[in-house]
């Protein structure tokens, strides 16, 4: 156990020549390396919140009325952008079963819009409305806002279930089809004839 006993000795002898530091010195560090992740945590979790601040001031509500006609229904949703900046190509969408990509969306009050990038200025509303033949509880799933933020980031608002997420990371189920906000894509690639189930 000679070579053992050489060994052991010449570890302990590096041990020993390194400048560890006291107790204090330790804290210090461990103190300092957890402070840093708690700052870069902090960053990134107001970095989120201000990324999602204009989205959320965009929100909507959408009663569904009956009509006295027993094979139609009439769907009608209001917008409010509570922000401080514009929204643009705001859009109420809906996935009805029948129609050869389900979707099917809601004409504003007026239908001006002239183009995708008319404004919705702050403190404006507009109100979207659709006939759909049929009982709403048999043709029509979730309905969807899309829309364009003032700092350019495109949003999808599910006003049935009240979430938000960004249009880049919603993906629909159900063969649902692909929707374009200004170049952000979301949907289904697939092309399955089943009714949808929008997952935003």
């Known amino acids: 156990m000679d070579w053992w006993g050489r060994i052991w000795a010449g570890w302990s002898a590096w041990w020993d020549s390194q400048a560890w530091g006291t ?4 804290f210090a560090a461990v103190g300092a390396v957890g402070a840093l992740l708690v700052a870069l945590g902090i960053l990134l ?3 989120r919140a201000r990324r999602r601040e204009l989205a959320e001031a965009v929100n909507g509500a959408w009663p569904a009325n009956g009509t006295s006609e027993a094979d139609f229904f009439e769907l009608n949703a209001t917008i409010y952008n509570a922000g401080s900046k514009p929204a643009y190509a ?3 969408r809906t996935y009805v079963a029948g129609l050869y990509d389900r979707s099917l969306e809601l004409l504003t009050h007026n239908d001006v819009r002239e183009d995708d ?5 702050p403190g404006a509303t507009l109100r979207f409305s659709t006939r759909i033949k049929g009982s709403m509880a048999d043709h029509m799933n979730d309905v969807l806002l899309t829309f364009v933020d003032g700092n350019g ?4 608002r599910n006003l049935s279930k009240g979430t938000l997420k960004d249009a880049a990371k919603v993906q629909l189920r159900y063969g649902t089809a692909n929707v374009d906000i200004h170049g952000v894509s979301f949907g289904d690639r697939t092309e399955e004839k089943t009714d949808a189930s929008l997952g935003a």
């Open 23 to 26: 107790v204090p010195d330790w």
């Open 45 to 47: 979790t107001d970095r």
């Open 90 to 92: 705001v859009a109420v």
């Open 117 to 121: 990038y008319e404004q919705m200025p």
């Open 153 to 156: 980031r495109a949003w999808v």
